[in-house]
């Protein structure tokens, strides 16, 4: 349906954004590891729906289940209020006053403290969309790649509990105690 595909793009979308923002404002010597441990909190949300569903799916039904998955959506629109502008964005576009405020955020020092310089380091040349053609047997590669692993994953946990159910003529909530295993 309809919305799970924008939930689907909606995830991936997320998914994108803070991982540049994290590694952006993570030390070099912590990054793998941060950049790793960004992806276990899926799991545990895969564990928490199909508790949910297990649990709650016959009190509430689907709608009521609905609403409760909702709110990680809150928590994310009020991380996105406190998380600052990326501080490479800044720099380059010359707004360093707002950069030197996030950089004393960030570090927990007075802003004061912190100099930049009045002109930022020069970036490399910009790549263009075309720049993405230049070798066309990776870039479809990494498109096909993409695209199964989106199609499998979110396939798998947007449809999963439905087809289980299906399958084996048993409810959702039984359906999500298998998703309980899995996860």
């Known amino acids: 349906s309809f919305l799970r595909f924008a939930v689907g793009l909606g995830l991936g979308a997320a998914a994108t954004a ?29 564990l928490i729906a199909a508790l949910s ?24 629109l009020l991380i996105a209020l406190v998380v600052p ?17 996030n950089i004393a955020w960030l570090l927990n020092e007075p802003a004061d403290a912190i100099s930049l310089s009045s002109k930022p380091a020069a970036l490399s040349a910009k790549a263009s969309l075309s720049d993405l053609y230049k070798e066309p047997p990776r870039f479809w590669s990494t498109i096909v790649i993409w695209l199964c692993m989106a199609t499998a994953v979110n396939g798998l946990l947007q449809w999963g509990p439905t087809i289980i159910a299906l399958l084996m003529k048993i409810s959702p909530r039984e359906a999500a105690k298998y998703f309980i295993i899995m996860a």
Do not use: C, K
């Open 18 to 46: 803070q991982n540049a923002i994290t590694v952006e404002i993570t030390p070099t010597r912590y990054r793998t590891m941060i950049g790793s441990a960004m992806n276990a909190p899926i799991t545990i949300g895969v």
């Open 53 to 76: 569903s297990a649990t709650l799916l016959g009190s509430f039904g689907w709608r009521g289940l609905a609403a409760v998955g909702t709110f990680p959506i809150v928590i994310a």
């Open 85 to 101: 502008e990326s501080i490479r964005w800044l720099v380059a576009n010359n707004h360093l006053d707002r950069a030197r405020i």
